[in-house]
């Protein structure tokens, strides 16, 4: 297949995936700093204040034809505003992650048993429909599933506390961690917010992204751009 016919088979692709998740109450979303690939955001009527995103990327494959990959997210704006701001000694190691991501998670990861390269492949227009179809049968399934573990404040507080699965139990993920306390403030929750903030600062252990020194300077921020925050 060539370059011209991966191009017309990726613009049916876009055109079948719009629709398809438009039935399931998802939007294009128009991305204005430049991520690549194609969005999709829903709106949480319980959650005003974060939105639920998927990413879809497609990329022509050697052996011909393309493959779509995707990713899930639970963002706020909220978060973005307080990331752009952060000093640097607030910020963690690799804080590019830290956009207006409370949690992302890839397909793959929420395959049985997990895939972390899984794609969908569309060899031609003769596999287009078992390729797109995949795709949303993930969103319908499993990728449905993880936005409803994450639709409310309590149940991001307890998964910011979760250690993440096959490491080491100190190493609770520091984005996850930040972007929760970010929006227990956003939605008036000033006091979780600092019981999660004198929680992890009470811990021995950080991910290598973040440090004692780091998550102190974070808190510091957090009193300063969110005059009812109190820490403990």
Request: hydrophobic residues 40%; contains cysteine.
């Amino acid at each position: 297949m060539g370059q011209g016919q991966d191009q017309n088979l990726i613009r049916l692709i876009v055109d079948a995936l719009s629709s398809g998740i438009s039935d399931v109450g998802f939007a294009v979303e128009e991305m204005v700093d430049g991520r690549d690939g194609i969005w999709f955001y829903r709106e949480m009527d319980a959650f005003p204040s974060a939105k639920q995103r998927i990413s879809a990327h497609i990329a022509s494959r050697r052996d011909g034809g393309v493959a779509i990959r995707g990713h899930a997210y639970l963002a706020s704006a909220a978060i973005g505003q307080v990331a752009v701001g952060l000093p640097i000694d607030a910020q963690l190691d690799d804080d590019h992650a830290f956009i207006d991501c409370v949690d992302l998670v890839g397909f793959g990861t929420l395959a049985r048993p997990r895939d972390y390269s899984l794609v969908f492949p569309v060899p031609d227009e003769s596999g287009f429909d078992s390729g797109v179809g995949k795709f949303m049968q993930y969103v319908i399934g499993p990728v449905s599933t993880w936005f409803s573990e994450r639709d409310s404040i309590d149940r991001l507080i307890e998964l910011a506390r979760t250690p993440t699965s096959g490491v080491t139990p100190e190493n609770i993920r520091p984005d996850r961690l930040r972007g929760t306390v970010i929006m227990c403030l956003v939605e008036g929750r000033p006091d979780d917010a600092a019981a999660l903030m004198h929680w992890y600062l009470g811990r021995e252990h950080f991910n290598v992204a973040d440090s004692l020194e780091r998550a102190r300077a974070f808190n510091a921020a957090l009193a300063e751009n969110f005059p009812h925050y109190a820490p403990i």
